[in-house]
């Protein structure tokens, strides 16, 4: 979800926040009002600009009542059409809690246990090791512990035409890096095949249109989806945008149902406030109980310990995952949030019981960290810390990692501008290509360019520009993907393989694709 889903948070991720600093002194009772009032507009103004944002939604629920819920910028800088609270964006990995929830509340139900395995409902159900197989747990689909690496895999899945029970069935390719169960490695595929269970246990009802019988229609939430199937053709939408590898540019639009109960919802900040004040109100909304307590509870208690250690960045100690919600403390309150990244958008959810207290932040551009500053400005407001500017903060300290990007790529430009004459003839790279996870990609010589096509991504391209040795300059045409070396396997004339690299937003690893 692109935490992106976290998807994509790209490049320089973090990239920044804008201006003066107000004077560090502590908030008084008043001061989250003053803030919100008297400061909120001109905030997030100054960090749209610093971090070249088209478009950004807000809504903060306090004590029952919506208190801030608007629209700032454009949805499209073409027409300059404006956002507001109703605006459409993909919502990405903050459907993960919708999931959980819907999984909580069928155990409620007696329809399933979270303990029973798996494989009692998805008999084809398989992970690299036979042994984690039979242990994994349906809990164990959500708890982003089954030993994969954060997002690996998902190169192949995300955006791609594998089904669902495609994705699933390849989930035994995943050569686990981490021990089962011991260490956190953030897993879109697990959460699908937990979504995949509710048609088992419920005769064939599917995860979206159990998600928007038991959840969405309740809260009236009817400007929320369940799928991105549609989503362009809809009135009222934020048009995704990235300057990750280059000017700021419009994106194509994720089709990300094959991953749906891990993030193919989209929403509003509108109707987002009916779902944090379900949340803030033990499952209740407008007096009527629309989820059971107990599975709402559920949902937060700990499935996977993140970390212990105190932030150096924030008022927080410890870091959990339950099912599909973080949760942490923040300056002695107990928060529970989540984040989501697609192409061109990132966005969080986040809620403090304690408080009464409810954020939600969506924007149409992934390269930046504004979306998480603005949340920690609006807890610190009301949670009486110290005013820092987060915005500020994050931009300091994603300086090294926007440097670095824009090094790397000129560097890759000055070894292609050599124009350098590979010693196997551009012919002879020509071919099919496969991964074991991926499937099969093909490769084409094009005048002085190889040009990659992707069975799984019909269209989505790579240009190879031959810089030296064996190495040559991948541009994929979708820029999410990225500007990296593609590094060929020569033994004798004879092209073997093919290393690719994409931003570690979609998938942290190298695939490695042999010439078969």
Same mark, same amino acid.
């Given at each position: 979800?692109?935490?992106?889903f976290?998807?994509p948070?790209l490049?320089g991720l973090?990239a920044?926040a804008?201006?003066?600093?107000a004077?560090?002194t502590?908030q008084t009772?008043s001061?989250?009002?003053?803030f919100?009032a008297d400061?909120?507009?001109?905030?997030?103004?100054?960090?749209?600009?610093?971090?070249q944002?088209p478009?950004?939604?807000?809504?903060?629920?306090?004590?029952?009542?919506?208190?801030?819920?608007?629209?700032?910028?454009?949805?499209d800088?073409a027409?300059?059409?404006?956002?507001?609270?109703?605006?459409?964006?993909?919502?990405?990995?903050?459907?993960?809690l919708?999931t959980?929830?819907?999984?909580?509340?069928?155990?409620?139900?007696?329809?399933?246990?979270?303990?029973d395995?798996?494989t009692?409902?998805?008999?084809?159900?398989?992970l690299y090791?036979?042994t984690?197989?039979?242990l994994?747990?349906?809990?164990?689909l959500m708890?982003h512990?089954?030993g994969t690496?954060?997002?690996q895999g998902?190169?192949?899945?995300?955006?791609?035409?594998?089904?669902r029970?495609?994705i699933?069935?390849r989930?035994?390719t995943l050569?686990?890096?981490?021990?089962f169960r011991q260490?956190?490695?953030y897993?879109?595929?697990?959460?699908?095949?937990?979504?995949?269970i509710?048609?088992k246990?419920t005769g064939?009802?599917?995860w979206?249109n159990y998600?928007?019988q038991?959840?969405?229609?309740p809260?009236?939430?009817?400007?929320?989806?369940?799928?991105?199937a549609?989503f362009?053709?809809r009135?009222?939408i934020a048009?995704?945008?990235s300057?990750?590898y280059?000017?700021?540019?419009?994106?194509p639009?994720?089709?990300?149902?094959?991953?749906g109960?891990a993030?193919s919802?989209?929403s509003?900040v509108?109707d987002? $406030? !009916?779902?944090l004040q379900?949340?803030?109100?033990?499952?209740?909304y407008? #007096? *009527?109980q629309?989820l =059971?307590w107990?599975a709402v509870?559920?949902?937060r208690?700990?499935?996977t310990l993140i970390?212990?250690?105190k932030?150096?960045?924030?008022?927080?100690h410890?870091?959990?995952?339950?099912?599909g919600?973080?949760?942490?403390?923040y300056?002695g309150?107990?928060?529970y949030?989540?984040?989501?990244?697609a192409?061109?958008?990132?966005?969080?959810?986040?809620?403090?019981?304690?408080e009464?207290l409810g954020?939600?932040?969506?924007?149409?551009q992934?390269?930046h960290?504004?979306?998480?500053?603005l949340?920690y400005q609006?807890l610190?407001?009301y949670?009486g810390m110290?005013y820092?500017d987060r915005?500020r903060q994050?931009?300091?300290r994603?300086?090294a990692a926007?440097?670095?990007?824009?090094?790397?790529?000129?560097?890759l430009n000055?070894r292609? $501008? !050599?124009k350098?004459k590979?010693a196997?003839?551009l012919?002879?790279y020509? #071919? *099919?290509?496969t991964? =074991?996870v991926?499937?099969?990609?093909?490769i084409?010589?094009?005048?002085k360019?190889l040009?990659l096509r992707f069975s799984?991504?019909?269209e989505l391209?790579?240009?190879l520009?031959?810089?030296?040795?064996q190495d040559?300059?991948?541009t994929y045409s979708?820029?999410?993907y990225?500007?990296?070396?593609a590094?060929f396997?020569?033994?004798n004339g004879?092209v073997?393989?093919?290393?690719l690299?994409v931003?570690?937003?979609i998938?942290q690893?190298p695939?490695?694709f042999?010439?078969?």
């Amino acid at each position: 979800m692109r935490t992106r889903f976290i998807k994509p948070l790209l490049g320089g991720l973090f990239a920044l926040a804008l201006g003066g600093a107000a004077p560090a002194t502590a908030q008084t009772a008043s001061a989250p009002n003053r803030f919100v009032a008297d400061s909120l507009d001109r905030y997030i103004q100054r960090g749209m600009r610093q971090w070249q944002i088209p478009g950004l939604a807000v809504v903060v629920v306090k004590d029952g009542q919506v208190v801030v819920s608007k629209g700032y910028g454009v949805r499209d800088l073409a027409k300059k059409e404006p956002v507001d609270d109703k605006t459409l964006f993909l919502i990405a990995s903050n459907s993960k809690l919708f999931t959980g929830t819907a999984l909580a509340n069928l155990e409620q139900q007696k329809k399933l246990s979270l303990n029973d395995a798996a494989t009692k409902y998805l008999p084809g159900f398989q992970l690299y090791d036979p042994t984690s197989t039979q242990l994994t747990t349906v809990r164990d689909l959500m708890g982003h512990h089954l030993g994969t690496k954060t997002f690996q895999g998902d190169f192949a899945f995300w955006d791609s035409n594998f089904t669902r029970e495609e994705i699933i069935e390849r989930m035994r390719t995943l050569k686990p890096v981490y021990q089962f169960r011991q260490d956190y490695g953030y897993c879109n595929a697990g959460f699908l095949a937990a979504g995949e269970i509710i048609p088992k246990v419920t005769g064939g009802t599917t995860w979206e249109n159990y998600v928007e019988q038991t959840m969405l229609k309740p809260l009236g939430m009817s400007n929320t989806y369940m799928l991105t199937a549609g989503f362009a053709q809809r009135p009222n939408i934020a048009l995704p945008y990235s300057n990750a590898y280059g000017p700021l540019a419009v994106l194509p639009i994720d089709q990300i149902d094959n991953l749906g109960p891990a993030g193919s919802m989209v929403s509003s900040v509108s109707d987002l $406030a !009916k779902w944090l004040q379900c949340q803030l109100d033990s499952g209740k909304y407008q #007096g *009527q109980q629309v989820l =059971p307590w107990a599975a709402v509870r559920r949902t937060r208690d700990p499935n996977t310990l993140i970390s212990t250690r105190k932030s150096s960045l924030l008022p927080e100690h410890f870091r959990t995952y339950g099912l599909g919600v973080f949760a942490a403390d923040y300056n002695g309150r107990q928060v529970y949030w989540h984040t989501g990244g697609a192409t061109g958008y990132v966005s969080n959810t986040c809620f403090v019981p304690e408080e009464r207290l409810g954020i939600a932040v969506l924007t149409n551009q992934d390269n930046h960290s504004f979306f998480e500053a603005l949340r920690y400005q609006l807890l610190d407001a009301y949670l009486g810390m110290p005013y820092v500017d987060r915005s500020r903060q994050l931009w300091n300290r994603s300086q090294a990692a926007r440097d670095e990007t824009r090094q790397n790529i000129a560097q890759l430009n000055a070894r292609v $501008a !050599k124009k350098n004459k590979p010693a196997v003839a551009l012919k002879n790279y020509a #071919g *099919q290509y496969t991964h =074991p996870v991926y499937g099969p990609i093909t490769i084409e010589a094009k005048g002085k360019q190889l040009m990659l096509r992707f069975s799984r991504h019909p269209e989505l391209r790579a240009t190879l520009d031959y810089m030296d040795a064996q190495d040559f300059r991948a541009t994929y045409s979708n820029l999410t993907y990225g500007i990296y070396p593609a590094t060929f396997v020569v033994d004798n004339g004879q092209v073997k393989s093919v290393e690719l690299r994409v931003n570690d937003g979609i998938d942290q690893d190298p695939y490695v694709f042999t010439r078969g």
